[in-house]
């Protein structure tokens, strides 16, 4: 977040401040009021931020309970699909059942007709057909004409009554079969409602989760620039410390020409401290992390952390530079001001790397050749990654800058 006219107050801070006393004064009081602006316009951004942690917070609570209330809603539904798939498989045994009393009846009513068939052939005379009225006229004597008219009112009577009972269960049989079928139907119906219920109502659980998932993504964005912006404000309020000490050196070589020459060559240093070190150190000293390390937002910056192989991405780089002695920033914030900024055709092993992801040099690593760099990513913890190719590549402005 430093600007352009911070950085380059701080350099005129660097190389001015011992060259004339008067001058020193005014320029340090001059870059201490711009890095007290710049921190106050962090603080304010740093609130915002966490404003707007919060609101996210708050919309995945009611998402969460959306989703909770959905689960319920769910699980009663397949109650209700359970219990009557039960019902229809009921219904259909039912029905199968009514299908064999239809067959078992129609076989019955075949023997009744036959009954009457035999009956009909009993009252027939050589072959030919003979009425009843023939039967009756046919008689005797006056007592056969009453025998029979006796026996057709009986064969008619029991006809009748076998008639009538073939009727009466067929319609008995049908009407069961008709409710079944009903009920079936209704309760197929029923099940078609309920399994279209239950699709929306996943699709809606679906829907809720993705929700989730997109505010978790903002969640984790917004937690990385509140830890960002504490970590920038921590290395504005050092810089600012820095200022105040050179000034109370140089205010105490105005009484002392030789203790101003010695103040002078020990201001003569960066911001920034950066030792001599062994560049293939800085490189391998996270080695034994990799496979072995999980990322970790603001991890790195204790030994808690660092003995368990925690790190973030400008976390880690920091510790590694630290191996040699060389004490840099730990945040991306302010690594992307260290040392000098190179042309990537120039770029060794031991150089800083920085990628633009969820903002501008919002990832950070170190070089190691081959176009290839070490660092500790969202995905694999501490792990050498490619740089000239797939999604590091897309992320790669060609920023780059070296700690001498």
């Given at each position: 977040?430093?600007?352009?006219?911070?950085?380059?107050?701080?350099?005129?801070?660097?190389?001015?401040?011992?060259?004339?006393?008067?001058?020193?004064?005014?320029?340090?009081?001059?870059?201490?009021?711009?890095?007290?602006?710049?921190?106050?316009?962090?603080?304010?951004?740093?609130?915002?931020?966490?404003?707007?942690?919060?609101?996210?917070?708050?919309?995945?609570?009611?998402?969460?309970?959306?989703?909770?209330?959905?689960?319920?809603?769910?699980?009663?539904?397949?109650?209700?699909?359970?219990?009557?798939?039960?019902?229809?498989?009921?219904?259909?045994?039912?029905?199968?059942?009514?299908?064999?009393?239809?067959?078992?009846?129609?076989?019955?009513?075949?023997?009744?007709?036959?009954?009457?068939?035999?009956?009909?052939?009993?009252?027939?005379?050589?072959?030919?057909?003979?009425?009843?009225?023939?039967?009756?006229?046919?008689?005797?004597?006056?007592?056969?004409?009453?025998?029979r008219v006796t026996m057709i009112n009986k064969?008619?009577?029991?006809?009748?009554?076998?008639?009538?009972?073939?009727?009466?269960?067929?319609?008995?049989?049908?009407?069961?079969?008709?409710?079944?079928?009903?009920?079936?139907?209704?309760?197929?119906?029923?099940?078609?409602?309920?399994?279209?219920?239950?699709?929306?109502?996943?699709?809606?659980?679906?829907?809720?989760?993705?929700?989730?998932?997109?505010?978790?993504?903002?969640?984790?964005?917004?937690?990385?620039?509140?830890?960002?912006?504490?970590?920038?404000?921590?290395?504005?309020?050092?810089?600012?410390?820095?200022?105040?000490?050179?000034?109370?050196?140089?205010?105490a070589s105005t009484s002392s020409p030789s203790?101003?020459?010695?103040?002078?060559?020990?201001?003569?240093?960066?911001?920034?401290?950066?030792?001599?070190?062994?560049?293939?150190?800085?490189?391998?000293?996270?080695?034994?992390?990799?496979?072995?390390?999980?990322?970790?937002?603001?991890?790195?910056?204790?030994?808690?952390?660092?003995?368990?192989?925690?790190?973030?991405?400008?976390?880690?780089?920091?510790?590694?530079?630290?191996?040699?002695?060389?004490?840099?920033?730990?945040?991306?914030?302010?690594?992307?001001?260290?040392?000098?900024?190179?042309a990537y055709s120039q770029i060794q092993p031991?150089?800083?790397?920085?990628?633009?992801?969820?903002?501008?040099?919002?990832?950070?690593?170190?070089?190691?050749?081959?176009?290839?760099?070490?660092?500790?990513?969202?995905?694999?913890?501490?792990?050498?990654?490619?740089?000239?190719?797939?999604?590091?590549?897309?992320?790669?402005?060609?920023?780059?800058?070296?700690?001498?």
């Open positions: 977040m430093f600007g352009k006219k911070i950085l380059a107050s701080l350099i005129v801070s660097s190389s001015l401040l011992f060259a004339s006393p008067l001058l020193s004064d005014s320029v340090s009081a001059e870059t201490e009021s711009e890095l007290k602006q710049e921190r106050e316009e962090v603080q304010a951004e740093l609130a915002e931020k966490k404003a707007e942690l919060e609101t996210l917070q708050e919309e995945m609570v009611e998402l969460e309970d959306e989703i909770e209330r959905t689960n319920e809603a769910i699980e009663l539904n397949e109650t209700t699909i359970t219990e009557t798939t039960e019902a229809i498989e009921t219904s259909q045994a039912e029905v199968k059942a009514l299908e064999a009393d239809i067959a078992d009846l129609e076989v019955d009513i075949e023997k009744r007709r036959d009954i009457l068939k035999d009956r009909m052939v009993a009252l027939q005379k050589n072959g030919g057909t003979v009425s009843y009225i023939e039967v009756i006229f046919g008689s005797d004597s006056f007592l056969d004409f009453i025998e064969i008619t009577q029991s006809d009748q009554k076998l008639l009538d009972q073939i009727s009466d269960a067929q319609a008995e049989v049908e009407t069961k079969k008709s409710d079944v079928e009903a009920k079936l139907t209704s309760l197929e119906e029923t099940m078609e409602e309920l399994e279209l219920m239950q699709a929306q109502l996943e699709n809606q659980k679906e829907h809720h989760q993705d929700n989730i998932d997109t505010l978790t993504a903002q969640q984790e964005k917004s937690e990385q620039l509140v830890r960002d912006l504490e970590l920038e404000t921590s290395d504005i309020d050092r810089m600012i410390e820095n200022i105040r000490a050179r000034n109370t050196e140089s205010q203790q101003y020459t010695q103040s002078s060559s020990s201001s003569a240093a960066p911001t920034v401290s950066a030792g001599s070190g062994n560049t293939s150190n800085i490189i391998s000293a996270g080695y034994k992390y990799i496979g072995n390390s999980t990322y970790k937002f603001g991890g790195g910056r204790s030994q808690y952390d660092i003995s368990r192989g925690l790190f973030d991405c400008s976390g880690y780089v920091s510790w590694a530079f630290r191996q040699e002695g060389i004490h840099i920033p730990s945040s991306t914030s302010g690594l992307q001001y260290t040392g000098t900024k190179i031991g150089d800083i790397v920085f990628f633009n992801t969820y903002k501008t040099n919002g990832h950070v690593g170190i070089y190691v050749g081959n176009g290839k760099f070490i660092g500790s990513q969202t995905s694999t913890g501490v792990a050498v990654a490619d740089m000239t190719s797939g999604y590091w590549a897309s992320k790669f402005s060609g920023h780059v800058r070296r700690v001498n």
